[in-house]
């Protein structure tokens, strides 16, 4: 996280008022406000703001994305970060973000698929499931608009056994529709063959230029 938020305020440093949409507990906009940025948190999840309003976040305001309740083009930049793959109308999440915001957005992507992820979707796909994400994931929207920067931010270890307790947890959104027992099933095959395992991992920070997401045509 370190490594990360250095990154993301390098980006922003020539930006002052920063929409962090889907705020959660406050994770990115705490250290944003304390860095000096004038951070609004916005999240539709009460508790998750009650969180980041017991760690002391400020400016913290209930709204859903696909209907921000704020006045047009009165940020700077928007912090999006693992919010549009939650959001059916991702679409209409980005013009939201465009109408509010006047020169950039920023996001997250990791760059390496981890074997345990794509053999669970296998092993779902031979129990006659599959993992449904609702919305677009950042590096799906990479596809689609390409970013005007992408910034290294940190490499690091991905441990196997966390991954596998998530999973287990079925803490992913594209997990809540599978049957308790398949994802016990496959969780527990999948330990037998990766536990204590770890793979190289990197995480990058994405950038997009209001301008080029407002132009795209899809999101006429």
Partial sequence: MKDLIKVII???????????????????????????FRVVGVDIASRMLKRARE??????????VCSLPLKGKVFDAAVCIHLLHLVSEWKMA???ICRVTRKLMLSTTYTTRNPVRQSYSRLLKDCGYKTRRVGKGEWELAEVVRPSKS???T?????????????????????????????????NELRGKYSGRAFPAEMRVLVWDIYDLESTVEFQ
């Fill in 10 to 36: 390098n980006e922003l440093r020539d930006h002052k008022t920063i929409l962090d949409v889907g705020v959660g507990t406050g994770r990115f906009a705490k250290p944003l406000q304390e860095y000096g």
């Fill in 94 to 96: 980005l013009r939201e």
């Fill in 155 to 187: 490499a690091f270890s991905n441990k196997a056994d966390e991954l596998l307790n998530y999973l287990e947890q079925r803490a992913y959104s594209s997990q809540w529709e599978i049957p308790e027992d398949v994802n016990r099933k496959i969780v």
């Fill in 55 to 64: 760690k002391s976040v400020r400016n913290l305001v209930r709204g859903g």
């Fill in 151 to 153: 910034v290294s931010a």
